[in-house]
């Protein structure tokens, strides 16, 4: 079966066409982020715009490559969470091609699309395993017993890990999304003078809060303003530090509660390098393992659709009867198979 994926929650349009048969993967990928960048953050109504006129051109183009739209049996694009135009848009193009081809079309949830990109990889995990999912909309942790089958053990109470990257980078000077660019500034020095809270991690609980780590950037940048190179260096250093170390006590004590061996890291803050190193050291001295989707599949990306609609397709499930949007939806009500 040959599905085509649709991404277009956010500020990333990805196209992707999946074969499951023999697991081939071709995708487009087109960021917005400069049409973006004037105004520090993702605005809805020119992300909805931008998509409506990259997407068709974008599946054009794929098809072309990849046997022409006949060739495919079905199609797979994210219905939620997300902004409510740019995923519209998706929504509306993926039925669009569905209806012309009458083949079956799908809606699937963004977060099951990040938490199984690493399945996309030769080497990926069996199930069951513990999710860490953190995006620049989301941070939580997911007991994945299978496909469809998740609980979630915690999420953030306030701001999302790679907001707060986002968020403490701007008070830098770092231009949006800073979060890329303040791991880079943290790496720059091995060291630092500050230390900045871990929070949550004193009591038990697999909760996150990370709008506090932003407060407190913010404290040392007005008491050590104007800042140095060395100084900003350092203010990254500390925070990413922190960040890492809140993430890595959350995934231990995920592990401990649900006797897993196996953690899977997903997201756009999985890209993060400190995050990769802290997390492989711990899981090798537990005597477990954790997965990594690739750099491309970190991010938002279409393949991660194609593919989670691939396998729900393949098991018979598509949509009747669907024509909105979900811009909240609970990743634990979706159906397993
Ligand atoms: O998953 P994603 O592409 O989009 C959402 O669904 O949100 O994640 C984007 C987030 C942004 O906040 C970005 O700053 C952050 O991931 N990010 C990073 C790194 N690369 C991307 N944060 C820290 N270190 C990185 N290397
Ligand atoms: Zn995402």
């Keep these: ?14 196209i992707a066409i999946f074969d499951t048969e023999s697991k081939e993967i ?4 087109y960021s917005q982020i400069e049409r973006h960048q004037e105004y520090g953050g993702v605005v809805p109504e020119l992300a909805s715009r931008d998509h409506v006129a990259k997407a068709a051109p974008m599946i054009q183009d794929i098809l072309q490559e990849c046997g022409g739209v006949e060739s495919i049996d079905a199609i797979a694009y994210t219905r939620g969470p997300g902004l409510i135009g740019a995923l519209m848009v998706g929504a509306s193009i993926a039925r669009g ?20 990109a690493p399945m996309l990889g030769d080497d990926h995990p069996e199930y069951p395993f513990v999710a860490l999912l953190v995006s620049g909309g989301h941070t939580m942790l997911v007991d994945v017993q299978a496909v469809g089958k998740y609980r979630i053990l915690g999420e953030s109470l306030d701001d999302a890990v790679g907001e707060a990257f986002d ?9 949006y999304p800073g979060g890329p660019q303040l791991a880079a500034l943290a790496d720059q020095t091995s060291q630092s003078r500050f230390r ?5 991690t004193n009591r038990p609980g697999l909760e996150f809060s990370f709008s506090g780590l932003k407060t407190a950037a913010l404290n040392i940048i007005q008491q050590y303003s104007p800042l140095d190179d060395l100084l900003r260096a350092e203010i990254a250093h500390a925070f990413q530090h922190a960040v890492v170390d809140t993430l890595r006590i959350k995934c231990a004590r995920a592990l401990d509660h649900t006797g897993y061996s196996r953690l899977v890291i ?6 993060n390098q400190h995050l990769r190193a802290v997390l492989t050291t711990m899981l090798e001295q537990r005597g477990g393992r954790v997965y990594f989707p690739a750099i491309e599949y970190c991010t938002d990306n279409g393949a991660m659709i194609a593919y989670a609609g691939a396998l729900r397709l393949n098991a018979g499930q598509a949509d009747e009867n669907v024509y909105d949007v979900l811009p909240r939806w609970s990743l634990e009500s979706l159906p397993g198979f």
């Design 1 to 14: 079966m040959k599905v085509l994926g649709l991404e277009s929650s956010c500020d990333e349009t990805g």
């Design 26 to 29: 071709s995708q487009r990928l």
């Design 97 to 116: 091609i569905s209806w012309a081809l009458d083949k079956p079309v799908l809606g699937v949830h963004h977060m099951e699309g990040h938490l199984l």
């Design 167 to 175: 968020k403490t980078a701007k008070l830098l000077g770092l231009p």
């Design 196 to 200: 900045f809270p871990r929070p949550m």
């Design 266 to 271: 997903a997201g756009g803050v999985g890209a």
